[in-house]
């Protein structure tokens, strides 16, 4: 099961890392992803889990609230008091319409399957197909 | 933090790694006191022969990056931020506090990028969101 724990610095910088270790270490089964923050710092560490109905966000969740979370089985998008719903029905994400930072909080930032299955080097594989010519011309 | 204790052969080990630097004395200081925790007062004139510096211009240096510190650290280094952002949401108070439980191990911090997760510090590296003095007290070795 994959669960989503933001490895950025904001994130990292209220309490992110003992977060995904404490999930690892309660969590049988558990693959952590270690994703960008979405942005909505206000909300981090935001944890997201994958479920049927697509991911399910939970925040701002602390070391503390792993053990409540179990419980209420967020591993399968359970409710709980930190529950926000479906990550991209939160209102202000859902408003955005995101250019540069598309992929941002969606993919494992370092995993090259991920950025490649969510349109990463669609550019860069045209760009080979094309003639030297024909790319100096575009340009 | 564990720093190497000063002397002036290890000061010069240090700047010879910068030796192919244009306009290191920045630089330099920050090495030094990466390496030692602190910029000795001998340093000044060593980086200044160095980098072939007036010595005035060092200091010019040294004194005006609050970050580099010419008295050697406690075990730790806390730095509190007192930017706009941070004071907007009680920085100063928090500022206060962390500094009357412990004293000189505090210095003033100018942003760590964190603005929206205020107030913010840093101990020994590693910065803290939503800082408080229970936070920093636990982090703090």
Redesign the interface.
């Known amino acids: 099961m994959k669960i989503y724990v933001p490895g950025d610095s904001a994130a990292i910088s209220v309490g992110a890392d003992a977060v995904a270790a404490a999930i690892a270490s309660k969590v049988a089964g558990s693959t952590i992803i270690r994703n960008g923050s979405r942005g909505a710092l206000w909300l981090e560490p935001m944890v997201e889990v994958e479920t049927d109905k697509g991911r399910v966000a939970y925040g701002p969740v602390s070391v503390e609230d792993i053990d409540s979370l179990i419980t209420a089985d967020f591993m399968h998008g359970g409710a709980h008091k930190l529950s926000l719903g479906e990550s991209e029905k939160i209102e202000w994400l859902a408003s955005q319409d995101r250019v540069t930072f598309k992929r941002v909080g969606i993919i494992d930032p370092l995993s090259l399957a991920d950025y490649e299955a969510h349109g990463g080097l669609v550019g860069l594989r045209r760009a080979i197909s094309m003639s030297t010519e024909a790319i100096v011309e575009e340009v | 933090m564990k720093y190497s204790t000063w002397s002036q052969e290890a000061a010069l080990a240090v700047l010879a790694t910068l030796r192919e630097e244009k306009g290191a004395v920045l630089m330099a200081l920050q090495a030094l006191q990466k390496e030692f925790g602190y910029v000795h007062k001998e340093d000044v004139t060593l980086v200044a022969n160095f980098f072939n510096n007036s010595r005035a211009d060092v200091h010019g240096v040294l004194t005006f990056y609050h970050d580099l510190l010419t008295e050697p650290p406690g075990d730790n280094h806390i730095s509190v931020c007192v930017a706009e952002a941070c004071q907007a949401v009680g920085s100063r108070q928090l500022e206060k506090d962390v500094k009357a439980k412990f004293g000189k191990e505090v210095h003033d911090g100018y942003c760590f990028g964190?603005c929206?997760?205020g107030p913010?510090a840093m101990v020994n590296g590693?910065?803290?969101?939503?800082a408080s003095v229970e936070k920093i007290e636990k982090v703090r070795v």
């Open positions: 964190n929206a997760l913010c590693a910065i803290i969101g939503r």
